[in-house]
């Protein structure tokens, strides 16, 4: 039963939330719709936070999604041990950087006193959840060998069943508790997204890309600078 609603009504409740309050909050207060940098702030610790962890969770959830989407050819991939191994041992240090990553910028804001005054309940919740999804992850990945491929046959099915709109939990259901975990606090994350700074990440700016190109000039005479 605890299964059931766990992994079969709760991914649905993240997901509901997070499309509706997300495309609320994006229509009725699009200002808000921001990740709030707070660069300005203080930067040098944000700068070895926020770019390793990036970097390394895109890479990170690249792979999960693969397994995901391209089954065979992700079981194709790792169908040799050597390849195996480099996926293994890359997954591992990426999710190590991670781990470092969110502690640094746990530490940066609980450190900060300004930073501390900018930080919401909201901006804690999100980033304990996100300590304890790499935790987790890490964990498993040190701890019960070839996640990449046992997530083939246990989360791959579990997740297609619930695209189908027919949870099978029981895919899940032999897994270890920290896994459990691992998995229930993705959509944990999931239904905190639209309360978050996390709305970021759908609002890359790709528009910027094709826009013209705009040309700054400085006008602002310093001292010392001759007349031409
Ligand atoms: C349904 C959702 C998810 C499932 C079923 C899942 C499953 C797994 C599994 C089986 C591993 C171990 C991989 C290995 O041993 O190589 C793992 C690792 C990891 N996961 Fe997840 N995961 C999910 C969502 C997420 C999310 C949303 C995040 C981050 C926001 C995340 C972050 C990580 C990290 C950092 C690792 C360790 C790096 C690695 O070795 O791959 N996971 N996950």
Not at 11 to 21: C, D, E, Q, T
Not at 134 to 156: D, E, K, P, Q
Request: glycine letters at 4%; one cysteine or more; hydrophobic letters at 55%.
């Amino acid at each position: 039963m605890a299964d059931m609603i766990l992994f079969g009504v709760f991914p649905y409740v993240a997901v509901a939330l997070a499309v509706a309050v997300g495309c609320y909050r994006y229509f009725v207060d699009r200002y808000s719709w921001s990740s709030h940098s707070s660069q300005f702030l203080e930067s040098r610790t944000l700068f070895w936070g926020s770019v390793p962890w990036h970097y390394a969770i895109m890479i990170i959830l690249l792979a999960h999604f693969l397994a995901f989407l391209v089954p065979s050819g992700w079981g194709a991939l790792l169908g040799r041990p050597l390849r195996l191994y480099f996926l293994e041992v890359t997954g591992m240090a990426l999710g190590l950087s991670t781990l470092v990553a969110v502690i640094l910028l746990m530490v940066r804001r609980a450190t900060n006193e300004r930073l501390l005054t900018v930080t919401s309940v909201v901006d804690w919740l999100v980033l304990a959840s996100l300590l304890l999804q790499v935790a987790t992850g890490v964990y498993i990945a040190f701890t019960l060998r070839w996640g990449s491929v046992w997530y083939l046959h246990t989360a791959t099915p579990w997740l297609w069943s619930l695209v189908k709109l027919d949870p099978q939990v029981q895919y899940l259901a032999a897994l270890p508790l920290v896994v459990k975990l691992h998995v229930v606090n993705a959509f944990v994350l999931i239904a905190l997204f639209p309360f978050s700074r996390l709305v970021h990440i759908v609002s890359v700016p790709l528009s910027y890309l094709a826009r013209p190109y705009q040309v700054v000039v400085w006008n602002l005479r310093r001292p010392g600078m001759e007349e031409k």
